[in-house]
């Protein structure tokens, strides 16, 4: 983040401000829409006062839009794909995928009003993401994502990274469960507990979606891994955990404490899965950039193939060495006097 450029904490901070009032202005149109169609909103049991929900709202926009400001700030690409991909990897992280989760694991009910509630502030946050957040037009692609190899080197990532969730998932759910499970069966919290005929389905689903809306971010992405893997743990922690967790005020401290431990475990490993199977370090992909034959070719003739700069460094540093205890092997069977 440089000193004097586009990129200083009082720019950021100005357009997270403006990205959060678009998110905010969202959920003012969804929630003027929910009230003149009538429908039902979710039964929270003790839900707070008008002025603490508005508080939450607000936190809410500011997380998202921090969130939306850091997967702008490395998507490249047209502005309307750059909005659709962010517009739909919002809605479906934060939206979609939440209340399928609650709809499996609570009794609030709304679950089809919540889903059109989002709609709009996902939209519009995205667009002021896209609109002020841009990244640098001087800046390369940092790795090769999946679509540009051939198919057979990458398909059975999408079927590892769809696996990889639900056993996530499972994993750090069973750390919590003697802490969690207690609450899910006191029905004063308005929450259930299914089986695993109706868990493993609900975690599988939303595994397919989330790769679904993912994958475009992978593929667009422009900065580095490392930026990569921050930015979508964030991401998922923010919208499938934090947010959530903070505004249901009516969940008791232990409960929302160990679910953000939780929540957090799956966004870090989650994510970190998703850039090793579609990102590849630089090495890798400059062994597969390179044909096979040519490959072939460089070993015959003695030179070694062809790396990225870092390796390259590396095997000159070797045939340097390599060489000085050649002539010092020369010297000293005095094939030729030293110098």
């Known amino acids: 983040m440089s000193v004097n450029g586009p990129n200083t904490v009082l720019a ?8 959060a009032t678009a998110y905010f202005l969202g959920t003012m149109i969804s929630g003027a829409v929910v009230a003149a169609t009538g429908m039902p909103w979710p039964a929270f049991p003790n839900p707070p006062s008008q002025a603490v929900n508005l508080l939450l709202n607000v936190i809410s926009s500011l997380l998202v839009a921090g969130c939306l400001a850091l997967l702008a700030w490395g998507v490249r690409g047209s502005q309307p794909v750059c909005w659709l991909v962010l517009a739909a990897f919002t809605y479906v992280i934060f939206g979609l995928n939440n209340q399928i989760e609650a709809a499996a694991f609570t009794a609030f009910g709304g679950t089809a009003t919540m889903l059109v509630f989002f709609v709009a502030p996902c939209l519009l946050g995205a667009a002021a993401a896209v609109w002020l957040v841009r990244p640098s037009p001087s800046r390369p692609p ?47 919290f308005g929450l259930t507990l299914p089986g695993w005929s109706t868990i493993l389905p609900v975690v599988l689903l939303r595994s397919a979606l989330a790769l679904a809306v993912t994958l475009p ?47 957090l475990g799956d966004s870090v490993v989650y994510a970190w899965v998703l850039v090793a199977l579609f990102v590849p370090r630089a090495r890798a992909v400059a062994a597969e950039a390179t044909p096979a034959g040519a490959q072939s070719s460089l070993r015959s003739e003695g030179r070694p193939p062809v790396r990225c700069p870092l390796h390259r460094r590396r095997q000159r540093a070797v045939d340097n060495a390599t060489n000085d205890a050649y002539f010092v092997r020369r010297i000293k069977t005095r094939e030729f006097p030293a110098p």
């Open 217 to 263: 971010v992978l593929v667009l992405w422009s900065r580095t891994r490392r930026a990569l893997f921050a930015s979508l743990a964030v991401a998922f922690f923010a919208m499938m955990g934090l947010i959530g967790l903070a505004t249901t005020t009516f969940f008791p401290p232990t409960l929302r404490i160990a679910h953000s431990g939780e929540i």
């Open 142 to 188: 940092q790795h090769s994502t999946p679509h540009v190899r051939p198919f057979s080197t990458w398909w059975w990532r999408v079927v590892v990274a769809w696996l990889a969730f639900p056993v996530i998932y499972v994993f750090f759910g069973m750390l919590v469960s003697p802490i969690v499970v207690p609450f899910y069966k006191d029905p004063s």
């Open 12 to 19: 950021w901070l100005w357009k997270i401000l403006v990205i």
